[in-house]
């Protein structure tokens, strides 16, 4: 039996992650339908000042695999970033759910109170307990980050409904 601060880290970042891929293959397809390059999409923003899809996937794998490795107590690699492709954002998200699929879910037993050290800018860092950091920092920017990457592709007319980004 998991644990509900396992399930509503891991678990849903798994599903959320699973479900970017699968937006990401209808975005392949349309793309082919349409006959324009797939990498138009991955530099699509929905404004000026917003990070492009292919950002948005990245800042979204990043939080996910820190979020799942500082709840189990242990150091989440680093993600280096480099040219955000349809081919690299689909192996950086499956990076991302072999990392969460490692995590034990016993190593997530008092998790909710573990401190839990981030950045909050490059020279800051914040600790909070594990179950602040899940729902106050963590999951609230990986499901934006993730539903950016949703409404880019829908505004570019990728068919996507409710069912792609809730699974």
């Known amino acids: 039996m998991t644990s509900f601060i396992y399930d509503a880290s891991v678990g849903a970042c798994t599903r959320a992650l699973n479900n970017t891929l699968a937006m990401l293959d209808k ?12 990498d138009v999409l991955m530099q699509s923003r929905l404004a000026p000042d917003m990070f492009p899809l292919g950002a948005q ?7 996910a695999k820190n979020l799942g490795c500082r709840l189990a107590g242990a150091e989440p690699p680093d993600y280096e ?21 490692a995590i034990n879910p016993e190593a997530m037993e008092g998790a909710e109170i573990r401190p839990v050290t981030f950045s909050t800018s ?29 409404l880019i592709l829908r505004h570019n007319g990728v068919p996507l409904g409710k069912r792609d980004f809730i699974g």
């Open 81 to 101: 970033r480099g040219p955000a492709t349809l081919e690299s954002s689909r192996a950086l998200i499956k990076r991302t759910l072999d990392i969460l699929a």
């Open 122 to 150: 490059p020279t800051t860092k914040e600790t909070e307990p594990g179950a602040i950091y899940l729902t106050k920092v963590a999951m609230p920017n990986i499901m934006f980050h993730i539903t950016t990457t949703y």
């Open 57 to 63: 996937i990245f800042i979204a794998c990043s939080f």
């Open 27 to 38: 975005a392949e397809a349309y793309a082919a339908e349409k006959k324009f390059d797939i």
